[in-house]
């Protein structure tokens, strides 16, 4: 059973940044890519930026490029996501999740975990 476990959201102001950390059981890490998500007050969940399985490259929104930055640890099934700069419009409950590819951002499995609320003051 993969488990998943976000953690690092809080409350911020517009311009700060946060680091968001996510942890991976019951899966082969090393072997997925890996993605984030997040779902706005009243909105649907989207995909964020996501990571191959060899951390060669990464891919993102286009709301959150060069802002944002996703990176993983392979020896510590650890998913990571510095946010930069960060805006009011970027409030959202932030989910990580194992992806089948990473041509396209959304989500491509069932598997979620409570997620880490990041809010941002303006």
């Known amino acids: 059973q993969v488990q998943v476990a976000e953690s690092g959201g809080g409350l911020v102001q517009a311009g700060g940044s946060l680091r968001l950390s996510c942890t991976f059981s019951?899966?082969?890490?090393?072997?997925?890519?890996m993605g984030w998500f997040r779902q706005p007050p009243g909105k649907k969940r989207e995909g964020i930026s996501c990571?191959?399985?060899?951390?060669?490259?990464?891919y993102y929104a286009d709301s959150v490029k060069g802002r944002f930055t996703i990176s993983r640890d392979n020896a510590k099934n650890a998913l990571y996501l510095q946010m930069n700069n960060l805006k009011p419009d970027d409030t959202a409950m932030y989910y990580c999740?194992?992806?089948?590819?990473?041509?396209?951002?959304?989500?491509?499995?069932?598997?979620w975990g409570r997620g880490t609320q990041v809010t941002v003051s303006s």
């Open positions: 990571i191959p399985a060899s951390g060669s490259s990464t």
């Open positions: 019951g899966l082969t890490f090393e072997d997925h890519p």
């Open positions: 999740a194992p992806k089948k590819a990473c041509a396209y951002l959304g989500a491509d499995f069932d598997y």
